[in-house]
């Protein structure tokens, strides 16, 4: 499958580039970049399994609030406390997404993205890995309410146990738990590192115009949307892969610019973009929906086009 460059300026949003998700290698220059993100990327899979996994404590938590007392509450103590170590496991990757997403923004933005993106397509491939993650992550937080219960009944909990000198094995302490809880409080918790990761990289790096970033984002969203649309890949799994690209891109330049997504002159085609993801029979397209609906920031704008807002929020 060959490399298709055709970009065309103005709202037509027909910039055509395929970024081959399935068979893209870093070139010489990209090799040691790719290498370090990939070391993080690599453990994603697995975070997300255990993240669906996640079982929980709330038998144990339930018997030690109705029936307190030191045998049900110890019993629950000790359920939560390696539950809370697999939380700190999450909260810990979402520190390194913090440090190597910045750096691919430098890769991909630096120059002409729209160049970056067709010519160093292996870091395009990490940056709709990200995204990926990001996505996957967040939608399986969003409905296994277990992970508030437990990190909350382990902070009511802490005290208590540093009182009665029962903190020997307690690892993580007031400080490291405050940072956790606000994390966790997120309904999309690693969305939302992304949003503040992007802003702040902005703000303090002056070598990468803010322009450049949202025309990588808006770039992104379109090639992954017309991927799907032309029927690149005969892969499903890849498709959704795109369509989750497709919708942490939008969301994130939605987050950077000041305008948002949604807007007439919008760079990006949401109207395809939201029409594919409607079209789209796989179970994970409502919650790609949902998250283009309650996590972006723009779309109740008055400056969003009432057809547009229709055609999301409608089932």
């Not at 018997?63 to 999450?90: H, M, Y």
């Not at 937080?141 to 909350?152: E, G, L, T």
Request: glycine share 4%; net charge negative; charged share 25%.
């Amino acid at each position: 499958m060959g490399q298709l460059l055709s970009f065309i300026n103005g709202n037509d949003h027909a910039e055509q580039i395929f970024i081959d998700f399935e068979h893209a290698q870093p070139s010489d220059d990209e090799r040691e970049l790719h290498k370090n993100v990939g070391e993080v990327l690599n453990r994603g899979p697995a975070i997300i399994e255990r993240l669906l996994n996640y079982a929980g404590c709330n038998e144990y938590i339930r018997r030690a609030i109705t029936n307190p007392g030191p045998e049900t509450e110890d019993a629950a103590w000790e359920a939560v406390l390696p539950s809370v170590d697999q939380l700190q496991e999450f909260y810990d990757f979402s520190l390194e997404l913090e440090t190597c997403f910045p750096k691919l923004l430098v890769a991909l933005c630096k120059n002409d993205p729209k160049s970056s993106l067709s010519n160093q397509q292996a870091l395009a491939k990490q940056l709709a890995d990200i995204f990926d993650f990001v996505l996957r992550f967040d939608d399986a937080k969003m409905v296994n309410p277990a992970i508030q219960n437990d990190f909350s009944y382990y902070r009511r909990t802490l005290n208590r146990m540093k009182l009665s000198k029962k903190d020997a094995n307690i690892k993580i302490r007031d400080e490291l738990a405050n940072r956790m809880s606000l994390f966790f409080a997120y309904p999309t918790p690693m969305m939302k590192v992304l949003s503040e990761t992007t802003v702040k990289f902005l703000s303090q790096d002056t070598t990468v115009p803010r322009d450049n970033v949202t025309t990588a984002l808006s770039t992104m969203a379109n090639v992954c949307h017309d991927m799907v649309d032309k029927k690149k890949f005969n892969n499903e799994e890849i498709n959704m892969f795109c369509l989750r690209a497709m919708v942490g891109s939008i969301i994130l330049f939605d987050h950077i610019h000041p305008q948002g997504a949604f807007v007439k002159k919008s760079p990006i085609n949401m109207k395809g973009c939201i029409v594919t993801l409607k079209e789209t029979n796989a179970s994970s397209s409502p919650g790609l929906l949902n998250a283009l609906r309650f996590t972006t920031i723009h779309l109740n704008d008055a400056d969003t086009p009432g057809a547009i807002k229709q055609l999301l929020l409608l089932d």
